[in-house]
């Protein structure tokens, strides 16, 4: 199989960096998304995401010729969909995937089909989802033939291959990860790997679709159970006035044991999310999976209640003073250290709760945005501050986010008389 040009459908996250490296093997890459700006801005040899060095890769990609954006899907050798799956507005709690990006990709690159394509699928999905995919294909080009109903024949090629690259690190991890390639048929799997070979440094492992939705979707759920044990351990120890952190050291001395860090809750559009997938699914057996996902959406709340206590134990030790008083500084409001990504991010919510409460002043510490977050602009008292203000004004220390900057000044938040540390930088 020879791909001359390949078109991805959905250049955000996902999307752009993987059009950005194939053209960075010198294929011709058609990108295609609805959003006009994204297009433009692609078109520019800029980026409307925030990932290190993709800027670089794309300004190149898009001045050499190989990458090009457009809101309507061109005829190609390849076709890999990269568009978000979010869940049904109308959810009772069910957490029901919502497929319709994914329906409308496939209506969108069915009219430039022709004989020899290959479709994958990138998105996060539920088991089942490509297949799904296919059977819309099929509908709307009777012309054409698929695997679901052609097996080896087929005229077109489908697989799912999930990505499973790391925030921060996805240039990197696109490169290296190993690839799991889940063909409707062996050929397709084949044809897939071929494809991703033209950049993957990992190892291509073929399995069925279904397989590889299911694989995307347990890596996520794995990590999100294993936070939630930590997160769990975290509320136990407060309660027994042990400390966690120093107890998740010892236990991980042990040979076979490896616990992951507690922290205010997970954010992310991944590990909060694809779990419930697989609960909506299959909601009687997925019991743990689904406790987890409980156990980690109730930790910001958590932490609120703590931050209550500290304000009562403030009030309660200097008399004279009432809740107007009282100055908080909320250290992180990103999702994870290190980034300036504050998409569902749990410290973020926290922040917003505390500052909601219209205590007295809060001060947010998060060196890596430069203005104030919109949520925050209608609440009085609330504004950005730097981590020397945070830990010299505030009575109230919350530590949200193990950014470096905050771990390198763990000894200046030690001799502070109240601190919440929900990250364990007490302990770094
Ligand atoms: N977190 C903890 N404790 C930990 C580790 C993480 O509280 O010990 C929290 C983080 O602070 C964050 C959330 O979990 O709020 C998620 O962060 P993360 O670094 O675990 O994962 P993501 O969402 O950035 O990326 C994940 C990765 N999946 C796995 O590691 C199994 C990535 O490889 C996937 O490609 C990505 O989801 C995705 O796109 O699905």
Redesign the pocket.
Known sequence: MNYKTISIIGLGYIGLPTAAVFASRKIKVIGVDINQTAVDTINRGQIHIVEPDLDMVVQAAVSAGYLRATTKPEPADAFLIAVPTPFKADHNGDHEPDLCYIEAASRAIAPVLKQGDLVILES?SPVGTTEQMAAWLAAARPDLTFPQTHGETSDIRVAYCP?????GHVLRELMQNDRVIGGVTPKCSEAAAQLYKIFVQGECVITSARTAEMCKLT??S??DVN?AF?NELSIICDKLDINVWELIKLANRHPRVNI????PG???H??AV?PWFIVSQTPDQARLIRTAREVNDSKPEWVIDKVKLAVADYLQANPNKTAKDVTIACFGLA??PDIDDLRES?ALAIALAVAQKNWGRVLLVEPHILGLPQAFEDIPNVGLATAEEGVTTANILVLLVDHREFIDMSQKFAEHVCVIDTRGILNS
Do not use: H, M, S, Y
């Open positions: 996060t990505e499973r690259v790391l925030p890596e996520n794995f990590r936070i930590a992951l860090q507690p922290g997970v954010g992310g991944c590990i694809d999702f994870k749990p």
